[in-house]
């Protein structure tokens, strides 16, 4: 069982900068691929962005790209997303999302809300 726990959301100007973390329970943390997925309102959930256990292989949603950075920290067993110049329809609950050991894990959100 693996237990994921988000911090770090809030609320955000447009183009304003924030970082969201996911601390992960397990002693394989280094063998997860980690996500971030997001769900606005009234819209599916959606993938943000993904690393990988081998080699910290990163993908990312095309909307997202070139303002999101996700990173890992093994030794820490957490993942963070930061997200620079974000806009309002980045406003959404993100999720933190863990493949392991073939089972997918989720927390349980943090709200991100980018508004003037």
């Known amino acids: 069982q693996v237990q994921l726990v988000e911090s770090g959301g809030g609320l955000v100007q447009p183009g304003g900068s924030l970082r969201l973390s996911c601390a992960a329970s397990?002693?394989?943390?280094?063998?997860?691929?980690m996500s971030w997925y997001r769900q606005a309102p009234g819209k599916e959930r959606e993938l943000v962005a993904a690393?990988?256990?081998?080699?910290?292989?990163?993908n990312y949603a095309d909307s997202v790209k070139g303002r999101f950075t996700i990173a890992r920290d093994n030794a820490r067993k957490l993942v963070n997303l930061q997200m620079n110049s974000l806009k309002p329809e980045d406003t959404a609950i993100y999720y933190c999302?863990?493949?392991?050991?073939?089972?997918?894990?989720w927390g349980q959100g943090t709200q991100v809300t980018v508004s003037s």
């Open positions: 397990g002693d394989t943390f280094s063998t997860y691929t």
């Open positions: 690393i990988t256990s081998h080699h910290d292989t990163t």
């Open positions: 999302n863990a493949l392991a050991w073939g089972r997918i894990y």
